[in-house]
């Protein structure tokens, strides 16, 4: 649809096509509302993303997320899109510490603590349940680092066992609090990690086909710039210079950018406002994508690959330019049915200011040594003639992620825990406004995200059920 | 006209097996915690809600969660309301 052809007014108006934003445009749609969604890409799917090149398919954000996906993809999209997800076989550590293969289930997680790490099984246990236990309520001021020294004093090993797979899933440090990590652990820690065969292109059709079935109206390239107020109350947005009239808004856009922006701090209560302008963002990626030439295939090596030369887990080293630690996944032809190219993607922690301020050359110039980088690590660890049978390469940076997503800083995984409680007052300061998208470290990730976009519609529903 | 308790009850497990149609509903006891005896994720949890309020109109505040714990006290906490 274009926006010229948008309805004269809508229930509900979605900004951003990322998965919390689809998510929930689909569950309002099932609802019965009128949902228009505003995407300002020419993609849907947000940093779920994946491009074409040469033959190659890549995904950038498709690695792995919890069994949980299985069921949310059943109760708010369809079978059919539950059905695409499999257990991916295999995680594996490389690093100065150890170099250790995981299934990730709980109970390969148990015995390599047990075996390898020679923990007792009694400690394991409690520290499971402890993780488990954790919810919201708990203590927000003790950190990962205080709690897993109640349970593994000074075994700095255990330490990155624990975060580092954690840490490439939300971009969190042991520095976060506690419960991020306990909630987002034992949300992983259950029956293994798991991939959507057929890549993020299918999983994005498939999602599109069923809103359009639900009767969501979706215009791509529309960038909305602000949220219009009438008496305090949403009435309306501005999307590429269009007024277009909506009873409310969800947006699925960078939360600092929809209240400071898009709404303006001269619109929101003063004490709200603040606390906006205070919320952290998260950290940023970069990325280099690898395609390997037709006819050659590599050994299975692992799914995933924990990589990093860093001595410890130390927060610093996981955004350190040029980086120490690199998250490589393997594609697979298993990815893709009916597909037999392979590829490896690389994913770094990363800061927006070790890029923004580069020139066009020095910018050039940095991405090829992350490239290289890149290489030299795979070619000395795990594909020794990776240059040889390598055909296309790419990076992805900071800028590239603000680029395509709008995230303020290049944002990968919205923002810091304190963001949770300011996406949750949102409406409360302007009714009719929400926010749902990764934010606050829980609600990130695939299945965050899409459990987030399903929580926030409920509560749009129930406005809009109200007025 | 009101709903019976009976009534509510059967509601409510209707309820339940649309959320979590694996699960063995039927040999359900009323006065043990529901997410003890299914396999009900916070999620579920938050669908029950959903449904109560789409289908029945009933609000359930977050303050008021704590009443769902039981069939029992959900079915003591409905009456009246649905
Ligand atoms: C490198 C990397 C690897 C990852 N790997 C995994 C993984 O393996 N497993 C996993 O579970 N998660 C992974 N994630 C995280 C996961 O991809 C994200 O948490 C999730 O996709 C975020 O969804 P979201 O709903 O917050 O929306 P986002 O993806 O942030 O999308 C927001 C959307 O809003 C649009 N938008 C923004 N502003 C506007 C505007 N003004 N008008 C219109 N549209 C607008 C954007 O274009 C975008 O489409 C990874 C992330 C990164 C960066």
Redesign the pocket.
């Given at each position: 649809m274009k926006l010229e052809d948008t309805a004269p007014q809508y229930d509900a108006v979605v900004?951003?096509?990322?998965?919390?934003?689809?998510?929930a445009a689909n569950r309002l749609a099932k609802f019965g509302h009128k949902v228009l969604l505003?995407?300002?890409?020419f993609?849907?799917?947000?940093?779920?993303?994946y491009f074409k090149r040469k033959g190659f398919i890549f995904d950038?954000?498709?690695?792995?997320?919890?069994v949980g996906?299985i069921k949310t993809c059943r109760k708010y999209w369809s079978k059919e899109i539950a059905d695409c997800i499999v257990q991916v076989d295999s995680i594996r550590y490389d690093n100065p510490q150890f170099c250790i293969d995981t299934t990730y289930t709980t109970e390969d997680f148990t015995d390599k603590l047990i075996n390898f790490f020679k923990v007792t099984p009694e400690t394991v246990e409690s520290f499971f349940k402890a993780c488990q236990s954790m919810d919201f309520f708990d203590d927000r001021e003790k950190t990962t680092l205080e709690f897993f020294e109640e349970y593994f004093p000074g075994r700095s090993d255990i330490h990155r066992f624990l975060m580092e797979p954690i840490h490439?899933?939300?971009?969190s440090t042991f520095l976060e609090p506690a419960i991020t990590y306990g909630i987002v652990f034992s949300n992983f820690m259950s029956k293994g990690v798991y991939f959507f065969t057929g890549g993020t292109d299918l999983f994005v059709k498939m999602c599109r086909e069923e809103m359009e079935k639900n009767g969501v109206d979706i215009v791509m390239q529309?960038?909305?710039?602000k949220i219009l107020l009438e008496n305090g109350k949403v009435a309306g947005v501005v999307?590429n210079g269009k007024e277009i009239k909506t009873k409310s808004v969800l947006?699925?856009?960078?939360l600092k950018?929809?209240c400071l922006?898009?709404i303006g701090a001269e619109n929101l209560p003063a004490d709200f406002a603040a606390s906006c302008k205070e919320m952290r963002l998260s950290t940023?990626?970069?990325?280099v994508f690898i395609g390997i030439k037709e006819g050659v295939t590599l050994p299975f090596i692992g799914d995933?690959i924990f990589h990093s030369s860093a001595e410890s887990f130390a927060p610093e080293e996981y955004i350190h330019n040029p980086p120490h630690s690199r998250?490589f996944?393997i594609y697979y032809p298993k990815c893709r049915p009916g597909y037999d190219r392979y590829a490896i993607?690389a994913?770094m922690g990363a800061r927006m200011s070790d890029w923004e301020n580069l020139s066009d050359e020095e910018y050039e110039k940095a991405k090829e040594n992350l490239i290289e980088q890149t290489l030299s690590i795979l070619e000395q660890k795990l594909v020794p003639n990776i240059r040889e049978i390598t055909e296309y390469v790419e990076a992805?940076t900071p800028r590239t992620?603000q680029r395509?997503?709008?995230?303020k800083e290049g944002a990968?995984?919205?923002t810091k825990f304190e963001g949770l409680k300011v996406s949750e007052d949102l409406p409360k300061a302007v009714p009719g406004a929400y926010h749902?998208?990764?934010?606050a470290i829980i609600?990130?990730?695939?299945?965050?995200?899409?459990n987030?976009?399903v929580i926030v519609a409920n509560q749009l529903d129930e406005y809009l059920c109200k007025a | 006209m009101a709903m019976s308790k009976d009534e509510i009850r059967a509601a409510v497990l209707e309820i339940i097996e649309e959320i979590a149609p694996d699960e063995d509903i039927a040999s359900m006891n009323d006065e043990e915690p529901i997410r003890e005896q299914i396999g009900l994720d916070s999620m579920d949890f938050l669908d029950i809600v959903m449904e109560l309020r789409k289908q029945y109109k009933v609000e359930v505040p977050e303050d008021d969660y704590n009443e769902l714990r039981t069939l029992a006290s959900t079915v003591a906490y409905l009456e009246g309301k649905m």
């Amino acid at each position: 649809m274009k926006l010229e052809d948008t309805a004269p007014q809508y229930d509900a108006v979605v900004i951003g096509g990322g998965i919390g934003g689809m998510t929930a445009a689909n569950r309002l749609a099932k609802f019965g509302h009128k949902v228009l969604l505003l995407e300002h890409h020419f993609e849907l799917g947000g940093l779920a993303a994946y491009f074409k090149r040469k033959g190659f398919i890549f995904d950038t954000a498709l690695h792995g997320f919890p069994v949980g996906m299985i069921k949310t993809c059943r109760k708010y999209w369809s079978k059919e899109i539950a059905d695409c997800i499999v257990q991916v076989d295999s995680i594996r550590y490389d690093n100065p510490q150890f170099c250790i293969d995981t299934t990730y289930t709980t109970e390969d997680f148990t015995d390599k603590l047990i075996n390898f790490f020679k923990v007792t099984p009694e400690t394991v246990e409690s520290f499971f349940k402890a993780c488990q236990s954790m919810d919201f309520f708990d203590d927000r001021e003790k950190t990962t680092l205080e709690f897993f020294e109640e349970y593994f004093p000074g075994r700095s090993d255990i330490h990155r066992f624990l975060m580092e797979p954690i840490h490439y899933a939300n971009g969190s440090t042991f520095l976060e609090p506690a419960i991020t990590y306990g909630i987002v652990f034992s949300n992983f820690m259950s029956k293994g990690v798991y991939f959507f065969t057929g890549g993020t292109d299918l999983f994005v059709k498939m999602c599109r086909e069923e809103m359009e079935k639900n009767g969501v109206d979706i215009v791509m390239q529309a960038t909305v710039e602000k949220i219009l107020l009438e008496n305090g109350k949403v009435a309306g947005v501005v999307a590429n210079g269009k007024e277009i009239k909506t009873k409310s808004v969800l947006s699925n856009a960078n939360l600092k950018a929809t209240c400071l922006d898009m709404i303006g701090a001269e619109n929101l209560p003063a004490d709200f406002a603040a606390s906006c302008k205070e919320m952290r963002l998260s950290t940023s990626n970069s990325q280099v994508f690898i395609g390997i030439k037709e006819g050659v295939t590599l050994p299975f090596i692992g799914d995933i690959i924990f990589h990093s030369s860093a001595e410890s887990f130390a927060p610093e080293e996981y955004i350190h330019n040029p980086p120490h630690s690199r998250s490589f996944s393997i594609y697979y032809p298993k990815c893709r049915p009916g597909y037999d190219r392979y590829a490896i993607a690389a994913s770094m922690g990363a800061r927006m200011s070790d890029w923004e301020n580069l020139s066009d050359e020095e910018y050039e110039k940095a991405k090829e040594n992350l490239i290289e980088q890149t290489l030299s690590i795979l070619e000395q660890k795990l594909v020794p003639n990776i240059r040889e049978i390598t055909e296309y390469v790419e990076a992805a940076t900071p800028r590239t992620f603000q680029r395509y997503t709008l995230h303020k800083e290049g944002a990968t995984f919205g923002t810091k825990f304190e963001g949770l409680k300011v996406s949750e007052d949102l409406p409360k300061a302007v009714p009719g406004a929400y926010h749902a998208g990764s934010v606050a470290i829980i609600m990130s990730g695939w299945l965050g995200a899409a459990n987030y976009g399903v929580i926030v519609a409920n509560q749009l529903d129930e406005y809009l059920c109200k007025a | 006209m009101a709903m019976s308790k009976d009534e509510i009850r059967a509601a409510v497990l209707e309820i339940i097996e649309e959320i979590a149609p694996d699960e063995d509903i039927a040999s359900m006891n009323d006065e043990e915690p529901i997410r003890e005896q299914i396999g009900l994720d916070s999620m579920d949890f938050l669908d029950i809600v959903m449904e109560l309020r789409k289908q029945y109109k009933v609000e359930v505040p977050e303050d008021d969660y704590n009443e769902l714990r039981t069939l029992a006290s959900t079915v003591a906490y409905l009456e009246g309301k649905m």
